[in-house]
């Protein structure tokens, strides 16, 4: 097979078709930029797991003058009862799972509270006596805060035992939610680009139907006739996965650890993130494309 002959034909095709390819590097680089952006999301949702369950705390709040929850119809925790819920924690049943607890009292929880609602109409109006006073709980193994819950939720005193990781539960879950969203969004957008691919491949092939005859008849085999119109594919999805994952590396770079980076105190992704994700965006939209254009032009072919 001469490389050359078919290059060239590859290279005619393109430039005849030149609008039809334009679109065809438009979609494969929009579908592949919310596949790279769902996979970020993905990595960056394993990171923040990582990240805060081993740092979730089980908390234990204490009842206060002002709680309504059935375990506190004598008003605010006692001293005894204070120490009766500390013992529990330093007992040899607990003391295998905790690491280690601390105790936060009313004037504490107020410092906290002020300094984390600062400027906000809340900060003016609680006061230290409304804020529960609570034990702080971290555990050896976080997944194991189900024993901590269930040993200390019935004691006098108590309000209620929360583990924080139910909350970040909440939080993963609308991430997830978002990240398969981008995910059902992309494949969609790439069924559309390789229905696009096979009908330009389709249409290139029939403005040229007068050549593919003269080839057939001078004994060209299919897979000559054929390699021009796949690379032609090939070299449309190459250039919108490239811009996919420039797209990938500029939303890392510019908006993930150029803006949110510096407006939250997360663990982000980051350039070695998105590097890894930028040559699967490559292989995914050449294979795509050419799995796309070889498929089109043998069913031509075959007319």
Do not use: H
């Given at each position: 097979?001469?490389?050359?002959?078919?290059?060239?034909?590859?290279?005619?095709?393109?430039?005849?078709?030149?609008?039809?390819?334009?679109?065809?590097?438009?979609?494969?680089?929009?579908?592949?930029?919310?596949?790279?952006?769902?996979?970020?999301?993905?990595?960056?949702?394993?990171?923040?797991?990582?990240?805060?369950?081993?740092?979730?705390?089980?908390?234990?709040?204490?009842?206060?003058?002002?709680?309504?929850?059935?375990?506190?119809?004598?008003?605010?925790?006692?001293?005894?009862?204070?120490a009766a819920v500390e013992a529990q924690l330093d007992s040899d049943t607990l003391a295998p799972f905790i690491d280690e607890f601390y105790f936060e009292d009313h004037e504490q929880a107020y410092?906290?509270?002020?300094?984390?609602f600062e400027g906000t109409p809340a900060a003016d109006y609680v006061t230290p006596e409304v804020l529960n006073e609570t034990?702080?709980?971290?555990?050896?193994?976080?997944?194991?805060?189900?024993?901590?819950?269930?040993?200390?939720?019935?004691?006098?005193?108590?309000?209620?035992?929360v583990d924080q990781r139910r909350y970040l539960d909440q939080i993963f879950d609308v991430l997830n939610a978002a990240s398969y969203t981008a995910?059902?969004?992309?494949?969609?957008?790439?069924?559309?680009?390789?229905?696009?691919i096979a009908t330009t491949i389709r249409l290139s092939a029939f403005s040229r139907r007068r050549e593919l005859g003269i080839m057939r008849l001078v004994g060209a085999s299919n897979r000559f006739i054929q390699t021009p119109f796949v690379l032609e594919g090939v070299f449309a999805g190459l250039i919108g996965s490239l811009l996919a994952g420039a797209a990938v590396i500029a939303i890392v770079q510019f908006?993930?650890?150029?803006?949110?980076?510096?407006?939250?105190?997360?663990?982000?992704v980051d350039l070695t993130d998105a590097?890894?994700?930028?040559?699967?965006?490559?292989?995914?939209?050449?294979?795509?494309?050419?799995?796309?254009?070889?498929?089109?032009?043998?069913?031509?072919?075959?007319?």
């Open positions: 097979m001469r490389f050359g002959l078919v290059l060239s034909e590859a290279a005619n095709g393109l430039r005849r078709n030149a609008s039809m390819v334009v679109s065809v590097v438009l979609v494969t680089f929009i579908s592949l930029t919310f596949v790279g952006t769902a996979a970020l999301l993905q990595l960056q949702i394993a990171q923040m797991k990582n990240y805060w369950y081993d740092r979730a705390q089980v908390a234990v709040y204490l009842c206060t003058s002002v709680s309504t929850a059935a375990g506190c119809t004598d008003g605010e925790a006692t001293e005894e009862q204070k410092a906290n509270f002020q300094e984390q034990f702080w709980v971290n555990l050896v193994e976080p997944s194991q805060a189900a024993v901590i819950v269930e040993s200390l939720a019935g004691l006098a005193g108590v309000e209620q035992v995910i059902a969004i992309a494949a969609i957008m790439l069924v559309a680009a390789a229905l696009l908006f993930v650890q150029g803006y949110l980076a510096e407006s939250l105190s997360f663990t982000f590097l890894i994700v930028v040559p699967v965006l490559v292989a995914v939209g050449v294979l795509l494309a050419a799995i796309s254009a070889g498929i089109a032009i043998g069913r031509y072919l075959k007319v």
